[in-house]
């Protein structure tokens, strides 16, 4: 897992305006994260998971993104099956940006759904 750490620390600093990247199963059980520790990590996860759940019923396929813009920061919350990608930023960052970040890390989930798949 120290590689799946490095490999996200080397988005954060290759990223201007990304200070986290944090990654749940669709539980909401953190598997990995680097870069800034938010305290609110679980709240955020919480509230991610309270706000999908009524987008759900609005029968327009599954939720890919959703974004959170606070005064302080942003959240660019990606879901790539079976995992939940938080990314936290600055709110300038470009959103395009983080868009893209999914496609980005597609190695590394699926590096981390081998390991997570080997556990007991």
């Known amino acids: 897992m120290v590689e799946v750490g490095r490999s996200l620390q080397e988005i954060i600093t290759s990223t201007p305006g990304i200070s986290s990247i944090f990654i749940t199963d669709r539980d909401g059980v953190p598997i990995a994260s680097s870069g800034t520790e938010t305290r609110s990590r679980q709240a955020l996860v919480q509230s991610y998971q309270m706000t999908m759940e009524p ?4 029968d327009m396929g599954p ?3 959703a974004f959170f813009y606070y005064d302080q920061r942003q959240v660019a919350v990606i879901t ?3 995992m939940v990608i938080f990314i936290v930023a600055s709110p300038d960052t470009n959103s ?3 868009m893209s970040m999914g496609e980005r ?11 997570i798949g080997d556990l007991p």
């Not at 890390?105 to 390991?115: G, S």
């Open 55 to 58: 987008a759900s019923k609005l």
């Open 63 to 65: 939720q890919k993104y």
């Open 80 to 82: 790539v099956h079976p």
């Open 96 to 98: 395009g940006v983080l």
């Open 105 to 115: 890390m597609e190695p590394l989930l699926q590096q981390l759904e081998k390991i």
